[in-house]
C-alpha cells in the first residue's frame, strides 16, 4: 500500500493543504488514491475502537470533502485524520487528536514510538484541527448522513424469517452483507446512491454469492422490502461494488 514516507509525521503528510489549480474529471490515479485512504481511515477507525457508523461517517465525508474540491488541492491522508476526528464528534464518539495523530503514525511506520510532544507533534495536532475547519466550511456544516446500516439490518430481520433456520446458519449471508456494505465506503459510490438501496443491493449480492432463494410471491422480496427500488437499481449498486474489487486488485 502507497503512503508518505517515514518522515516526520508533519513533514510527511504534507500537513499544509497543497493548492493547485484543479476542477478536472476524477482520473484512474485518484480513485486508486481515495481507495487507499479510506483504507487507512477503517484501519484507523478499528484501532481507535470506533463503532462501524462513526467509521462511515468518516469515510462519507472524506469523498464529498474530495466531490468539492480537487484531488489534488490537499493532502488526502490529513484530510482523512481530521474526517476521522470531526466523525467521532457528530457521532458522538470523541476520539483525542492525539490518538489519531499516533495511530496515524505507527500506521505508516510500523512498530515506531509515539510521537513526543513535541514541534512535530504539535504542528500535526493544529493541522488536523485546521483541516477540520476546511471541512466543515467546504460541507457547508452538513456534516450529518443517513447511513444504510439500520436498514440493513431490518432487511436481514425480514430475510431471516423467510429462510429455513437450518439453511440460515450454513451460510454467512448476515456477515457477507455488512462485508459488502463496509466495502462499499471505499468509493464514491457511498455518496452516489441513497441508503436503502445500497443496503438491499448488499443483501441481495450476499444471497445471490450463496444460492439462498427465497420464496416467491407476486413481488420480489426486495420490492416488498424496499419500496421504490428497481432491478436497475440493485444492478448499478452491485456494479459500481464489483468495479470497487477491480481497483483493490490494482492497489496491491
Known amino acids: 500500500m502507497e503512503g508518505p514516507s517515514s518522515r516526520s509525521l508533519a513533514t510527511r503528510d504534507g500537513l499544509a493543504a497543497r493548492r493547485v489549480s484543479g476542477g478536472e474529471a476524477e482520473s484512474d490515479r485518484d480513485?486508486?488514491?481515495h481507495f487507499r485512504v479510506c483504507r487507512f481511515i477503517m484501519e484507523t477507525g478499528v484501532k481507535l475502537g470506533m463503532r462501524s457508523v462513526p467509521v462511515a461517517t468518516a469515510c462519507v465525508l472524506y469523498h464529498r470533502f474530495f466531490q468539492r474540491v480537487s484531488a489534488h488541492a490537499y493532502e488526502p491522508y490529513l484530510v482523512a485524520m481530521s474526517c476521522v476526528y470531526l466523525a467521532g464528534k457528530v457521532e458522538e464518539q470523541h476520539t483525542r487528536t492525539r490518538d489519531i495523530i499516533n495511530v496515524s503514525h505507527r500506521?505508516?511506520?510500523s512498530g515506531s514510538a509515539p510521537l513526543d510532544c513535541d514541534t512535530?507533534?504539535?504542528e500535526a495536532r493544529d493541522s488536523v484541527v485546521q483541516c477540520e475547519l476546511l471541512i466543515l466550511r467546504q460541507l457547508n456544516f452538513q456534516v450529518s448522513f443517513e447511513h444504510p446500516h439500520k436498514y440493513l439490518l431490518h432487511y436481514l430481520l425480514s430475510v431471516k424469517s423467510l429462510v429455513n433456520r437450518h439453511a440460515w446458519s450454513r451460510t454467512p449471508?448476515?456477515?457477507?452483507s455488512w462485508a459488502l456494505l463496509r466495502d462499499c465506503y471505499h468509493g464514491a459510490m457511498c455518496i452516489r446512491h441513497i441508503p436503502q438501496h445500497i443496503a438491499i443491493a448488499a443483501l441481495h449480492l450476499a444471497l445471490n454469492s450463496y444460492g439462498v432463494e427465497l420464496p416467491v410471491g407476486e413481488k420480489e422480496w426486495w420490492q416488498v422490502l424496499c419500496v421504490g427500488v428497481t432491478k436497475a437499481h440493485i444492478d448499478a449498486v452491485v456494479s459500481d461494488l464489483l468495479q470497487l474489487y477491480d481497483m483493490e486488485a490494482k492497489c496491491i
Open 31 to 33: 480513485i486508486k488514491t
Open 107 to 109: 500506521y505508516f511506520n
Open 120 to 122: 512535530d507533534f504539535w
Open 173 to 176: 449471508v448476515a456477515e457477507t
